[in-house]
């Protein structure tokens, strides 16, 4: 039993060793995903994170390990990958910059009190 300890030990250490010196990545997220020791480093870690590597794709330990061969495949297709989007912003009751700079604006000229107090008001 000793023996078997021992050699997930050495096993745990290769796989941490790899994780600092490889992947350079912070510890903090061994602690968020301390599963990662239960992966094989040689037939699952190291080949997942040269394809992310060679591609550029940063992403979880989680998102890279936890999913199977196929799954993991169609991930690195990224016809799915969701990223976030910032959908346009506005000031409600403001002119409105068009590219070009151009100013369009469908009221009179209002000094600086006046728009404050507009916007103030709408809000």
């Excluded at 037939?43 to 196929?70: T, V």
């Amino acid at each position: 039993m000793g023996e078997l300890v021992a050699l997930r030990v050495e096993l745990m250490k290769n796989s941490y060793f790899f994780f600092k010196s490889e992947m350079g990545r912070p510890g903090k997220e061994l602690v968020e995903f301390p599963e990662y020791f239960t992966y094989s480093l040689e037939s699952r870690i190291k080949p997942r994170y040269q394809r992310l590597k060679s591609k550029g794709i940063n992403c979880s330990l989680n998102w890279m390990l936890n999913c199977s061969d196929q799954r993991f495949e169609e991930r690195l297709q990224g016809n799915y990958i969701e990223t976030e989007s910032i959908g346009p912003s506005f000031l409600i009751g403001g002119k409105l910059e068009l590219p070009g700079n151009d100013i369009v604006s469908d009221e009179e000229e209002e000094s600086d009190d006046e728009m404050l107090y507009r916007r103030t008001v709408s809000l």
